[in-house]
């Protein structure tokens, strides 16, 4: 589950690491209590979408103007004026579709005097099995390419066993901090150690994390995002979830308990198991076609839980075509069957569904579906499968 900046940097600071005062705007009506809370003379108005390159990010309306996502404001009225032209707006980044996200909140801070930028994150470590630090001297808007063009200038410090005196250490050399910026670090980094353990985070990223004119560290960025295995130990951060920036169609599927995640293809895809379901996908996209979604019902599926499967992927009008593909072990093929043709009904499907099964009650299942009468067209193998829905939907 990903959260927004502001939400963020609220938990960093409950654990002590230094963060700039803000108010979240969610009406135009907080602005003014925004701009009377901080001081100034330097506010800084951010957009909150849960996508990343937001500085360099432009507004598909003209009436939002060219100055991108976060927006510097000298005087209380341009506060007023940037909000005016954000909120409500459909932001764009590298990171979001060609419609971009609409802008619902954001957030305003107290401006900083930037000495350095640097770049820090958190991370589960896949090759290590331990959570690793990514640091690197430069740190901004641009980290992308320096990942890209020049990777030596970024270390990665895996750090299992906790944050001890040596790894901060090594932490601050990498940044390359000294004197009071260095101080800081020694404190921040066992901080943000704790707070990502504790808070079960997946990534927490910061940049940037700046070294400001006076010497001291403070997290001038954050992005936090949380395991959702462990979320039923954090009410407090499920308290959090903007489902607003979440697709209606991963909503429904969640409360299904049916792990979706929509793309940008046409074949619709109903599996079961993520191995399976990932060499489905590749296949359609052999074969010259791209898929539609992720979707894996699980081991244990019930004629409803497919039919609800059936009906999520119905919704995204990008799908020109479904293919089934399931190998029962411990679910059943002949149920499969069962619950595609209820969920064909329910939908009045008007496109192509190729449906391979394999396993448990393999013949079962494809009796059903042969004595229903309808248009639904069996394959032998994954292999067939694929040539026969890409064929479908491209005829």
């Not at 507004?59 to 005016?84: C, P, Q, Y």
């Not at 895809?269 to 019902?297: H, Q, R, S």
């Not at 994954?382 to 829905?389: E, G, R």
């Amino acid at each position: 589950m990903n959260i927004h900046e502001y939400q963020a940097k609220a938990v960093l600071k409950s654990y002590g690491a230094p963060v700039a005062d803000g108010v979240p705007i969610l009406t135009l009506d907080d602005v003014q209590k925004a701009v009377d809370t901080l001081p100034g003379p330097l506010w800084v108005v951010k957009s909150q979408i849960h996508a990343g390159g937001r500085g360099k990010g432009k507004f598909i309306e003209a009436a939002a103007g060219e100055k991108g996502g976060v927006r510097l404001a000298f005087s209380k009225d341009e506060v007023m004026e940037h909000a005016k032209a954000m909120l409500g707006h459909h932001l764009v980044t590298a990171q979001t579709s060609a419609e971009g996200k609409q802008v619902n909140r954001l957030y305003v801070e107290d401006g900083a005097d930037i000495d350095r930028e640097l770049y820090l994150s958190m991370l589960v470590d896949r090759a290590t099995g331990q959570i690793a630090f990514v640091a690197s001297t430069e740190g901004g808007m641009d980290i992308e390419e320096v990942a890209h063009e020049t990777p030596e200038k970024i270390l990665t410090l895996p750090v299992g066993g906790g944050v001890d005196a040596e790894a901060a250490g090594k932490l601050c050399d990498a940044l390359k901090l000294e004197g009071q910026a260095r101080a800081d670090g020694m404190e921040l980094f066992p901080t943000l150690y704790k707070a990502f353990t504790e808070k079960d985070m997946s990534m927490l990223e910061i940049n940037p994390l700046i070294v400001m004119e006076n010497g001291h560290l403070r997290v001038l960025d954050a992005k936090v995002s949380f395991d959702g295995n462990a979320l039923f130990r954090h009410p407090d951060i499920m308290d959090l979830r903007d489902t607003t920036e979440e697709d209606e169609k991963e909503i429904e599927a969640s409360e299904w308990d049916l792990a979706y995640i929509a793309l940008d293809g046409t074949i619709g895809c109903m599996v079961n198991g993520a191995g399976l379901a990932m060499a489905t996908m590749d296949i359609i996209k052999l074969y010259g076609e791209e898929p539609a979604n992720f979707c894996d019902v699980g081991g244990g599926a019930n004629a409803e839980k497919v039919a609800a499967a059936f009906k999520i992927i119905m919704k995204d009008p990008n799908v020109k075509g479904i293919l089934v593909n399931i190998f029962g072990g411990i679910m059943k093929c002949d149920v499969i069957a069962e619950g595609v043709i209820q969920a064909v009904k329910e939908t009045n499907l008007a496109v192509p569904l190729v449906v391979r099964l394999e396993g448990t009650n393999v013949d079962k299942g494809k009796a059903i579906l042969a004595d229903s009468g309808m248009n639904i067209i069996p394959a032998d193998d994954l292999d067939d499968a694929a040539q026969k829905i890409v064929a479908a939907v491209k005829a």
